[in-house]
DNA sequence: ATTGATGTTGTCGG
DNA sequence: GCCGACAACATCAA
């Protein structure tokens, strides 16, 4: 499920912990989702910690804690990646965990889970002044002003022989871009997906990259809400005229053309798109 | 029973 | 060493 404006609306489920401290960590060590940390150091050092803040990043959350009072410069840092079917709740207290519940930070007031059933997903846990590197690494946002034109030009020179739908699944230059929102983009930029990258025109670059941001930015807004409001659910307000509602299942028809769209696999994933707008060529 | 799913990573061949 | 294709990972729902 989870990708840019997706993971922003789970994080800011967790965000109502807030300026609250862990009284315990529930979790199943053990499990995959614990591969890249250890799950008795996460728990001993979150344990009494407060929750300050949290923030996104491609497809990651890091959720920032303040000791319990010793080293008063450190942090303790989460690290949370949503995989394929990953989620965020925030249950009452008392809230008993349910199946693929792998992690709960259990708060006075709530607590809060992290499910993910297929466990593609994972944690991290990093103890320092300074968010950990595999934070500060993550590629540059596509709305920040690193993200230029020049810079997708570049990009796609050097990935010239691969379809473009595959190369806006790289998370090295287009981070937080998923599957569907990938096709999305094309769809609007109509480009064919299976066009290799270093085919496009001048003018259809410039265009990939403005709707990049478009549907970055609209995405951020209907699916995680702007300023403080949080949709009840994650597609409640996305308009029928994406390309979104369309692309799941056979036999969808394209919201602008009216005509009948195509799926078929590209760059080893479903894609979705319209032929009567998007040509080869 | 079979198939596919909103993601990443390691491996292999060119 | 870089690029591109593909299998693998684990589970559920249609």
């Known amino acids: 499920m ?19 401290k862990v009284l315990a960590v529930r979790l199943h060590a053990g499990k995959k989702i614990f591969r890249d940390c250890d799950p008795a150091q996460l728990t ?16 990651q959350m890091l959720f920032e804690f303040s000791g319990t009072g010793l ?7 989460l690290g949370v990646h ?21 992690l709960i930070l259990v708060q006075r007031e709530r607590l809060l889970v992290f499910k993910d059933p297929r466990m593609f997903g994972g944690v991290r846990f990093h103890h320092g002044k300074t968010a950990p590197v595999w934070w500060t690494r993550i590629a540059p946002a596509i709305l920040s002003p690193a993200f230029t034109v020049e810079v997708v030009a570049a990009f796609l020179q050097r990935r010239a022989r691969a379809p473009i739908k595959a190369v806006l699944l790289m ?36 265009t990939l990259h403005r709707e990049c941001r478009k549907v970055c930015r ?15 659910d994650l597609n409640a307000h996305i308009p029928k005229s994406w390309l979104f509602w369309h692309r799941w299942s056979d036999g969808g028809r394209c919201p602008r053309t009216k005509q009948p769209l195509v799926r078929e696999e590209v760059g080893g994933r479903t894609t979705c798109w319209s032929p009567a707008r998007q040509k080869r060529g």
Not at 45 to 50: I, Q
Not at 82 to 102: F, I, K, N, S, W
Not at 175 to 204: F, K, T
């Open 2 to 20: 989870p990708e840019l404006a997706e993971v922003e609306f789970f994080r800011k489920r967790w965000s109502a912990g807030h300026g609250a």
């Open 44 to 59: 001993r050092h979150l344990t009494g910690a407060k929750l300050l803040s949290s923030t996104t990043a491609a497809k």
């Open 171 to 206: 998370q090295e230059r287009f981070p937080g871009i998923g599957n569907w929102m990938a096709d999305e983009v094309l769809w609007r930029a109509a480009i064919h997906p299976q066009r290799p990258a270093g085919s496009l025109s001048v003018a259809e670059v410039r």
């Open 82 to 102: 949503l995989g394929m079917t990953g989620e965020l709740r925030v249950e009452p207290p008392g809230y008993e965990a349910a199946a693929h519940d792998h």
């Open 218 to 232: 609209l995405a951020l807004d209907t699916i995680a809400g702007e300023g403080d409001y949080l949709p009840p």
């Open 71 to 77: 080293p008063r410069a450190e942090s303790r840092w």
